[in-house]
C-alpha cells in the first residue's frame, strides 16, 4: 500500500512538472510573415488573461510601427527581442498634434504587471514640437532587461503611486525631464544621455515614499555641446532621486540640482548622491538643500529595501 502511494505521489508531481513545462510558452512576432504575428500588439492580444504562467513573445529583428497597449489583465509576459539594437518598436506623436497632450503620446504603455521587456527598443521620434513618451508604465513589478530607450521630451513616464520598476543594462536618452513620474525605479548599470541642455529627472514621489528613482553604477554622458544638465528637478514637492556609485560626465552643472523656480521645493526635495566619480561630481558646488549620503545611510539602498515587500516581489535580472 505504501509502494502504492508513493507511485501515485511521484506521478502527480511528474504530471505537474510536465504541465509546468508546457506552460512555458513561446511565440514568435515577425515582421516578414514568418512567425505566428506580424504585429507585437496581435501577440499581446492573443494571451490570456490573468495567466498563472510565464509566456515569452518572441520578436524578431525589425521595425514595428505601432502603439503597443500590454492591458491590466495581461501579467507573466516577457517580450524578448531578437537584439536590442534590431528590434525596434517605433511611432512618433507628441504633445502638440491635435492636441493630445503628454500622456496619450506613448509607443508603449504598460498597464499590466509582472511585466519583463528584454533586448529591444522602444522610440519615440517625434520632430521635437512638445512632449512626446517613448515608454508609459502603469503596472507594477516591470523589468526592462539590455532594452534601448529612445526620445527627446520626456522619453520614460513611469505613471503610477506604488509601483515598482526595475531598469537594468539599459540606454536611456532625451532632452527635458526625459525620466519622470510617480513610482519607484531602480536603474542600475545603465547608461543616461542627455541630448540637450536641460534636466535628466522629474520626479513626482508621494511624500509617503521612500525611494522614487535610484540610479546605482550608471554612466552619465552627453551629446557634443551639451554643457548644462542638472541631475533632476521636482515635478512634484517630495520629489526623491538618489545617485550611488555613479560616473557623471562634465556636462553635469556644479549646482546638480534645480527648485523649479519655486524655492518652497527646497524645503521637501530628497536629493542625494552618494561616491560619484567623474568630471560632473562637485560635492562643493552643490546646492546646499541637496544631501550626500553616509555610509550607513546608503546602507537603506538595497534592491530588498528599495523594493518593499520584497518576499512576492524580488526582481533577478
Known amino acids: 500500500m505504501l509502494k502504492q502511494l508513493i507511485g ?34 496581435e501577440a499581446v492580444e492573443g494571451v490570456r488573461a490573468f495567466m498563472d504562467y510565464t509566456v515569452i513573445i518572441y520578436v524578431k529583428n525589425g521595425i514595428y510601427k505601432e502603439k503597443l497597449v500590454i492591458p491590466s489583465w495581461v501579467k507573466n509576459v516577457e517580450i524578448v527581442g531578437e537584439s536590442s539594437e534590431g528590434t525596434v518598436i517605433t511611432y512618433d506623436d507628441h504633445a502638440n498634434i491635435n492636441k493630445m497632450g503628454t500622456f496619450r503620446t506613448y509607443t508603449v504603455k504598460i498597464e499590466g504587471s509582472n511585466i519583463t521587456l528584454r533586448n529591444l527598443t522602444i522610440e519615440n521620434n517625434a520632430a521635437q514640437l512638445g512632449q512626446a513618451v517613448a515608454l508609459h508604465t502603469e503596472g507594477d513589478k516591470l523589468r526592462f532587461i539590455n532594452c534601448r530607450f529612445l526620445g527627446n521630451q520626456d522619453t520614460i513616464y513611469t505613471g503610477a503611486e506604488g509601483t515598482r520598476l526595475l531598469f537594468t543594462h539599459c540606454y536611456i536618452e532625451g532632452t527635458t525631464d526625459f525620466i519622470f513620474g510617480p513610482s519607484t525605479a531602480l536603474f542600475e548599470d545603465c547608461t543616461i544621455h542627455s541630448k540637450r541642455n536641460s534636466y535628466i529627472t522629474a520626479a513626482s514621489t508621494p511624500k509617503e515614499m521612500e525611494f522614487g528613482y535610484i540610479f546605482k553604477n550608471c554612466k552619465l554622458t552627453a551629446g557634443p555641446g551639451v554643457d548644462k544638465v542638472y541631475l533632476g528637478r521636482p515635478w512634484r514637492p517630495y520629489a526623491a532621486t538618489a545617485f550611488i556609485h555613479c560616473e557623471m560626465g562634465k556636462h553635469i552643472c556644479p549646482a546638480g540640482w534645480e527648485n523649479w523656480k519655486n524655492t518652497e521645493n ?9 561616491a560619484n566619480t567623474g568630471e560632473g561630481v562637485n560635492v562643493s558646488g552643490r546646492v546646499k538643500w541637496s544631501s550626500q549620503l553616509s555610509k550607513k545611510e546608503v546602507l537603506r539602498y538595497s534592491i530588498e529595501n528599495i523594493f518593499k515587500n520584497c518576499t512576492d516581489w524580488c526582481p533577478a535580472k
Request: proline share 0%.
Open 8 to 41: 501515485i505521489t511521484l506521478l502527480i508531481l511528474l504530471f505537474g512538472i510536465s504541465v509546468k513545462a508546457q506552460q512555458q510558452d513561446t511565440v514568435v512576432v515577425a515582421r516578414d510573415g514568418t512567425g505566428k504575428y506580424r504585429t507585437v500588439q
Open 266 to 274: 527646497e524645503k521637501t526635495s530628497r536629493y542625494a548622491e552618494f
